[in-house]
Nanobody
Framework: QVQLVESGGGLVQAGGSLRLSCAAS????????MGWFRQAPGKEREFVAAISRIPISKYYADSVKGRFTISRDNAKNTAYLQMNSLRPEDTAVYYC??????????????????WGQGTQVTVSS
């Protein structure tokens, strides 16, 4: 059973930074893709970022490009999402996801078999 546990969420002012972590119960080098999605109140869950296994490729939603950075540390079985220049519209529950195989569409939720419970990020104006 693969478990993903997110941490690092919280309340931050606009312009601030947070780093989310996703700890996996298995070796993350067994997961081809690690991703982050988010769901704001009253909205559908949306893609944020994803990262492949070596050779590393990274994918970002247009709304976070240049502000968010995804990374993974397979030695620690952890993926990260560094979020800078946060905006009130970034407020959401952030979910970590993992896929054993290479996604055809990296932004599509059903490409990922495993999901965490989510961590709340709130950005105040």
């Amino acid at each position: 059973q693969v478990q993903l546990v997110e941490s690092g969420g919280g309340l931050v002012q606009a312009g601030g930074s947070l780093r989310l972590s996703c700890a996996a119960s298995v070796r993350t080098n067994t997961m081809y893709a690690m991703g982050w999605f988010r769901q704001a109140p009253g909205k559908e869950r949306e893609f944020v970022a994803a990262i492949s296994r070596i050779p590393i490729s990274k994918y970002y939603a247009d709304s976070v490009k240049g502000r968010f950075t995804i990374s993974r540390d397979n030695a620690k079985n952890t993926a990260y999402l560094q979020m800078n220049s946060l905006r009130p519209e970034d407020t959401a529950v952030y979910y970590c996801a993992a896929a054993k195989g290479p996604p055809i569409n990296w932004s599509r939720q059903n490409e990922y078999e495993y999901w965490g419970q989510g961590t709340q990020v709130t950005v105040s104006s």
